[in-house]
């Protein structure tokens, strides 16, 4: 764990592993009358606090669920409005990455994804590889789903090269084949916007997380909605499925 140098919760441990479910941008757009483009633009936003909020409280490593793979369901206006905003995020921030030693990683299903932006995307990662201080995951076309499927597809072309035996299958190994199976798992899952489920985001990794569901919605999402999340995860006892 680490220390948190926020100006709030000084002196509270923080997880090292944070993941958010950035929800209620369309809904803060219409409650603005606004088009719904306007409300992930507004979301964007957010993200640049919760990164730098989550910079300098010491956590190692934060997950943002960007993009799930259900939410190719939405208007095609919106759609490529979204795409065209990860592109432009992608190029805006890289400066800003490497000034905080940040490195970014994207998980997901990066086939659905343009040519040029899986270009960018993977331009960025490498540009920010050797970057120490804290990991930014985006998930992208991401579904937790998806993600135990391609793990397990890995695992069946392990035993089929005659890698790996049937028996060898477990959680233990599972576990090796998931995304992000390098770095620790979520300490504390947030949801925004008031909604109470986590909509198929990483359900493998989250099985010990400590849930913290905020009102707020997303592109509202500041400073002191980060430390009330914290000071909650650290008034929880995880018992891990013990007594």
Do not use: C
């Not at 958010?20 to 369309?26: L, R």
């Not at 331009?123 to 579904?143: H, R």
């Not at 695992?155 to 060898?168: I, K, N, S, T, Y």
């Amino acid at each position: 764990m680490s220390e948190l140098d926020g100006a709030d919760i000084n002196s509270v441990v923080v997880p090292d592993h944070i993941a958010i479910i950035m929800d209620g941008n369309n809904r803060w757009a219409k409650k603005k009358h606004l088009p719904s483009i306007a409300g992930h633009t507004a979301g964007a936003a957010a993200v640049r606090r919760v990164v730098e909020a989550s910079a300098r409280a010491g956590v190692k490593v934060l997950t943002l669920f960007a993009f799930s793979s259900e939410n190719w369901k939405r208007p095609k206006l919106e759609v490529d409005g979204l795409m065209k905003l990860f592109m432009r995020s992608l190029k805006k921030e890289l400066k800003r990455l490497n000034e905080h030693k940040i490195r970014l990683r994207v998980i997901g299903d990066l086939s659905g994804f343009s040519q040029g932006l899986r270009e960018q995307i993977q331009s960025t990662e490498d540009a920010t590889k050797n970057n120490d201080q804290m990991t930014l995951v985006i998930a992208a076309n991401y579904g937790g789903r998806w993600d135990i499927a391609e793990a397990a597809k890995k695992m069946a072309e392990r035993v089929a090269a005659g890698e790996l035996l049937p028996e060898d299958i477990n959680e233990s190994s599972l576990a090796e084949h998931v995304q992000l199976a390098d770095l620790p798992p979520p300490d504390l899952l947030i949801r925004t916007s008031g909604e109470e489920r986590i909509s198929n985001f990483m359900l493998w990794q989250t099985a010990y997380s400590e849930f913290v569901f905020l009102p707020v919605l997303w592109p509202d999402f500041d400073q002191s909605h980060f430390d009330e999340a914290v000071q909650t995860y650290q008034n929880r006892q995880r018992r891990y499925g013990g007594r």
